[in-house]
């Protein structure tokens, strides 16, 4: 029967994975790997995170199951961060834990899908595993441009995208820090989203996987807060991977918010029913350090610290590369106005592969860069090959 599976393309980036470890040349550098790095190359656990999990070998009592909702004292300290005043104190909002903000994003897609949507309104270009998703889910993708070639949000695009929408209808939002495009809303394009879903049937999903590397914590939820001050219904996919360093662990959220308490007790129950049929039960170490961390004053004074110091690193590499301007045909100005880790880069499939052959530079066929992987010792390196290669 396993005779009549069809063979499936590699992952490409697990494939630029492996030739960059291949690859023995002693600058060469990566861009492809969607973590953060520090300015020594290094992916490392929080400190925070580090006093956590001490506290947490020291203090655990057993490994038994939580349930298909997870750690709720993880989804409950995580609320005010994410959702400051705009958490709704009537029990319009409740959530769960998930494996990660991949596991968010699939039971969002799948509640909205049970309750009868059949399309996803999508920016594109978008995280590739978006629309992976989409199609397990069976669930019809509507495209339409992300950004203009400015590097600013494409609000015409999305205006008009709004205006075709129907009651069976989600549009899928990033939160904050755009992947691939590092291209976010303005306050005032938020305002202006949260209005027009506020007269629209579209059901909002907002995928909120990197708060707190672009502007803050609070700005970065800027856009989830005005919907949700607009918007009686919406899904909220989160993330702590990224702004917690917990990648391997996979800890995620997910979130709904209703018109009723009722409503958000039935919503939560067909969640759970669904998360019990996926992965019956999330992983808990990730999330339970988590916990641990913003249940304390100084972990979370620490993490708060460590997080500002990344973000004030991706803003360094990003106004180095603004500084620089043109590098041959590629204006790379924009990418100081843009936030968080990633950016995309107006270069060919064949661009990318002289990057890689004649300068060791590794970065997805789609001209998508990790700026972390930057650092003041080897971006003139970067600016210099971009330079030839595009000249």
């Known amino acids: 029967m396993l005779d009549r599976l069809e063979q499936q393309a590699p992952d490409a980036l697990l494939a630029l994975i492996k030739l960059f470890k291949a690859d023995d040349r002693p600058d060469k550098i990566d861009l492809g790997v969607g973590v953060y790095k520090t300015a020594n190359g290094a992916t490392p656990v929080f400190a925070a995170i580090k006093g956590a999990e001490r506290r947490l070998v020291a203090e655990q009592s057993s ?5 298909p909702e997870g750690d709720m004292g993880f989804v409950n300290a995580l609320v005010p961060h994410v959702f400051g005043d705009a958490a709704p104190a009537d029990g319009r909002l409740d959530g769960m ?17 049970k309750a009868g949507v059949t399309r ?10 978006h629309a992976q998703i989409l199609s397990d889910l069976e669930l019809e993708m509507v ?12 609000m015409n695009a999305l205006r008009a ?7 069976r209808d989600v549009l899928l939002l990033h939160g904050c820090c755009h992947n691939p ?3 976010d809303y303005t306050h005032g394009e938020w305002d202006e989203i949260a209005s027009l879903l506020a007269a629209s049937p579209a059901l909002p999903v907002i995928d909120l996987a990197y708060q707190g590397l672009g502007d803050g914590l609070d700005e970065d939820s800027y856009g989830l807060r005005a919907v949700m001050r607009r918007v009686e219904e919406v899904l909220i996919a989160y993330s702590c991977d990224k702004n917690f360093g ?16 009722e409503a958000t007790v039935r919503a939560i129950s067909n969640a759970a029913a669904l998360a019990r049929a996926n992965w019956s039960m999330p992983p808990d170490h990730g999330g339970a350090a988590v916990r641990m961390v913003l249940e304390d004053e100084a972990l979370t004074a620490g993490w708060l610290d460590e997080l500002e110091s990344m973000r004030d690193r991706i803003g360094q590499v990003r106004a180095r590369l603004a500084a620089a301007g043109n590098a041959g ?14 950016a995309m880069l107006p270069v060919s499939k064949e661009q990318v592969q002289q990057l890689r052959a004649d300068h060791g530079v590794y970065m997805a066929g789609s001209g998508r860069i990790n700026v972390a992987g930057l650092t003041m010792d080897n971006i003139e390196k970067f600016i210099a090959a971009l330079t030839e290669v595009t000249i």
């Not at 045909?329 to 990633?342: A, C, I, S």
């Open 329 to 342: 045909t590629v204006n790379l100005e924009p990418l100081g106005r843009q936030k968080g880790m990633f």
């Open 161 to 167: 995208t709004l205006a075709g929408a129907g009651e």
């Open 63 to 67: 490994k038994s199951y939580l349930g």
């Open 143 to 154: 495209g339409f441009d992300h950004a203009n070639p400015d590097g600013s949000a494409n």
């Open 120 to 129: 996803v309104l999508m920016g594109t270009p978008s995280w590739p595993n």
């Open 246 to 261: 917990l990648y391997r662990d996979r800890v995620g959220a997910f979130y709904v918010v209703t018109g009723d308490g």
């Open 181 to 183: 495009t590092g291209v």
């Open 97 to 113: 834990q998930t494996p990660g903000g991949t596991g968010a994003v699939r039971l969002a897609l799948a509640l909205a899908k």
